[in-house]
């Protein structure tokens, strides 16, 4: 079954297919040529991106938003791993929680005097 894209997946793909538009030599290629670009339905993205279709007619954005999708892409990587390690450290406390309360409730034998 395919997922369903994100608006920020939406937006990399059509800024992606712009670049490659420019690239080939279209100076200011139309939001159609980008849609085609892209294989994403042109009015799929006027009804559901509105804001992305404003962004794409604003060039000097284009870098700018790729740069930023990058970062969060990579900060939802580290806070995954970050996830994953407070599980741990909350398992760790767990278990030496229930240590201490066995050796709390353990009862503790007379300690014996040392002759010197």
Same mark, same amino acid.
């Given at each position: ?8 997946? %939406? ?5 992606? /297919? =712009?670049?490659?538009?420019? &690239?080939?030599?279209?100076? +200011?290629? +139309? %939001? ?8 994403? !339905? ?8 509105? @804001? %992305?279709? $404003?962004? *794409?007619?604003?060039? +000097? =954005?284009?870098?700018?938003?790729? @740069?930023?999708?990058?970062?969060? @892409?990579?900060?939802? /990587?580290? #806070?995954?791993? $970050?996830? =994953?390690? #407070?599980?741990? *450290?909350?398992?760790?406390?767990? @278990? *030496?929680?229930? +240590?201490? !309360?066995?050796?709390? !409730? ?9 002759? &010197?």
């Amino acid at each position: 079954m395919k997922t369903k894209a994100t608006e920020v997946e %939406i937006e990399r793909r059509l800024i992606l /297919a =712009k670049q490659r538009l420019v &690239t080939a030599g279209k100076t +200011s290629p +139309s %939001i159609i040529a980008i849609c085609h670009e892209a294989k994403i !339905s042109r009015a799929y993205v006027y009804a559901s991106y509105p @804001e %992305i279709v $404003l962004r *794409l007619k604003d060039p +000097s =954005k284009d870098q700018r938003i790729l @740069e930023m999708q990058e970062r969060i @892409e990579q900060l939802e /990587a580290k #806070n995954l791993v $970050l996830k =994953k390690e #407070n599980a741990i *450290l909350a398992r760790v406390c767990l @278990e *030496l929680k229930l +240590s201490l !309360s066995k050796l709390i !409730s353990e009862p503790q034998s007379p300690r014996k005097k040392r002759i &010197t």
